[in-house]
C-alpha cells in the first residue's frame, strides 16, 4: 500500500510539474540566426513542406533584421 500511495504522489508531482510555465527562452544571436539560415538552405524539403519552412525562414529573417 506504501508502494502505491509513494508511485501516485509522484504521478502527481509530475502532472503538477508538467502544467508550470515553460521559463522564456533567450533571444537568438545574430550568428544562431546565421547558423539556422544556412542550415534550412543546404536542405531539401518536400512539397508538402515548403510552405512551413517558408514561414519559417520568414520569421528568422524578421528576427535577424531586427
Given amino acids: 500500500m506504501k508502494k502505491i500511495k509513494s508511485f501516485i504522489m509522484a504521478l502527481i508531482k509530475k502532472e ?3 502544467n508550470s ?3 522564456p527562452i533567450p533571444p537568438f ?10 542550415l534550412i538552405s543546404e536542405c ?5 513542406e ?3 519552412v517558408y514561414d519559417l525562414v ?3 529573417q524578421q ?4
Fill in 16 to 18: 503538477n510539474n508538467e
Fill in 44 to 48: 531539401t524539403f518536400q512539397g508538402k
Fill in 63 to 66: 528576427l535577424y533584421v531586427k
Fill in 29 to 38: 544571436s545574430k550568428g544562431e540566426l546565421e547558423f539556422l539560415l544556412k
Fill in 21 to 23: 510555465p515553460i521559463p
Fill in 50 to 52: 515548403v510552405q512551413v
Fill in 58 to 60: 520568414y520569421k528568422l
